[in-house]
């Protein structure tokens, strides 16, 4: 029996302005027989017999628990209701023999609940976690410093405290180049980037920030623009922003690890894309680049995950970088916790696709476009039989549904292509776009 908590973020380091819930039920996916799952609300019971019905864990053994949701009425997990007296004793009325407590966001309230139950040694990393380690190995700019001392590849920038030290640096970034890069130290998707461009014919859009901003020809351009959004970086001057040179026609990429007591080691490789300032395709394994580059990616990203787990971490850890058409590669964060692509490749692609026996498979994960129609999760699997396109056990491919659709979170939907050559994953995304197209 395992516990497996769906705590996809916490308001410790960031505002809660979106609805996880959407996102937190991805866990389902890693689900066996007789685990405990802890979710901020009920589960959607549709796309949890989906999901099981796909990996074949039997959904009788499961147990849900929900902690109380007075603080975000279900919407964010509240990660103080953990420890709760009323709680701490469902969770103890039904567990045993747990052998691993695994969180998405592996914060000090899953040690204090750990200790609560007894069970901190099955929280791997536990004594660095509740020291508030998952900051230090989530934060940009210590990945920057961290990175620097590991002569790891990293774009020219600089980490700024106040408006002050972010005014010089970008002066002397902006006298090398057109375009920086001005990111939150905790966020993810590019949605807590903002690109900076001095130069107000570039357009730039299949690029990792959600914000653009053109500076004028003005001598205090740089102050005007600082006054305007310095407090939306630093989280009202919470935390340290990062300032870099933008890199120019680059492809995203990363490696993931796992690091233990013991070590770490390589899980995955994958690659991500960006349209309309958006996060909008996931693919593994990646494909498409050189083998040297490759494995120059994993042996860069092997160094910083031996770095990181010799500091305390333990779990899942994605270094994300960007190669360009020549090979270089520049890594941008590091990603210490369960995030977007562990579902992809560990549970639907080993569990459910069985992706690396022959004949190989490969995923690709979308994120639908704005202009499709609204739909909720029958709809959309129902018109997926209706073309054809329902994930086939028997030939390993088609399509697979990896969230719930939830009409209350705005009927968001992302849906898995599981293909063998690139003709194929065409062919589907296209029938798909001009289904839902509105």
């Known amino acids: ?55 074949g864990t039997d959904l009788r053994t499961l ?8 603080r975000f009425s279900g919407k964010h997990f ?28 592996p914060s000090p309230a899953i040690s204090h609940f750990a200790k609560e139950i007894g069970l901190l040694n099955a929280f791997k990393g536990a004594q660095f976690f509740s020291q508030y380690g998952v900051e230090l190995v989530n934060n940009k700019a ?10 790891i ?3 020219l920038g600089e980490v700024c405290h106040d408006i002050v030290e972010a005014k010089y640096a970008l002066r002397r970034l902006l006298k090398v180049t057109d375009a920086v890069i001005i990111k939150q130290v905790h966020n993810g998707a590019g949605v807590g980037n903002e690109l900076i461009i001095k130069n107000s014919a570039s357009k730039l859009d299949d690029i990792g920030a959600k914000y653009v901003y053109y500076l004028k020809p003005e001598n ?49 490789t994958g690659r991500l894309g960006y349209q309309n300032h958006r996060l909008v395709e996931e693919i593994v394994p990646l494909d498409g680049i050189p083998k040297i580059d490759r494995e120059k990616l994993i042996d860069y990203g092997s160094q ?9 971490y333990r779990g899942y850890l994605s270094a994300d970088a960007l190669i360009d058409k020549n090979g270089n590669i520049t890594f941008t964060e590091m990603n210490a916790r369960i995030g977007g692509s562990l579902h992809i490749y560990n549970s639907i692609g080993k569990r459910v696709v069985k992706y690396t026996q022959d004949p190989k498979r490969a995923i690709a994960q979308y994120h639908a476009p704005l202009n499709w129609r609204s ?12 073309l054809g396109y329902l994930y086939d056990p028997n030939i390993r491919k088609g399509v697979i549904i990896p969230f719930p659709i939830l009409p209350e979170v705005g009927g968001f939907v992302s849906f898995c292509i599981v293909y063998q050559t690139e003709e194929e994953r065409n062919e589907i995304y296209e029938k798909l776009d001009n289904q839902f197209r509105t």
């Open 1 to 55: 029996m395992r516990i497996i908590i769906g705590n996809q973020t916490e308001d410790t380091l960031q505002n809660m302005n979106s609805d996880d819930r959407i996102f937190s039920q991805r866990v389902i996916w890693f689900a066996k027989d007789d685990d405990v799952i802890i979710l901020s609300d009920k589960p959607d019971i549709t796309f949890l017999k989906y999901a099981t019905s796909l990996t």
């Open 375 to 386: 739909l909720n999760f029958d709809t959309f699997l129902t018109n997926l039989e209706k």
């Open 220 to 268: 205090n351009a740089i102050n005007k623009y600082l006054t305007q959004r310095w407090n939306w970086a630093s989280f009202n001057e919470r935390h340290p922003v990062v300032i870099e040179k933008f890199q120019t026609g680059c492809q995203t990429i990363y490696a993931e690890f796992y690091a233990t007591d013991s070590g770490i080691c390589h899980t995955q």
């Open 78 to 105: 509240d990660q103080y209701s953990l420890t709760d007296k009323n709680f701490i004793s469902e969770v103890l009325g039904c567990i045993n023999e747990v052998t691993e407590i695994i969180p998405m966001w």
């Open 63 to 70: 147990k849900f628990l929900i902690p109380p949701q007075e």
């Open 153 to 155: 590849p990293i774009a």
């Open 142 to 151: 210590y990945f920057r410093a961290l990175s620097a001392s590991a002569n």
């Open 304 to 312: 910083l995950a031996k770095l990181y787990q010799s500091i305390g």
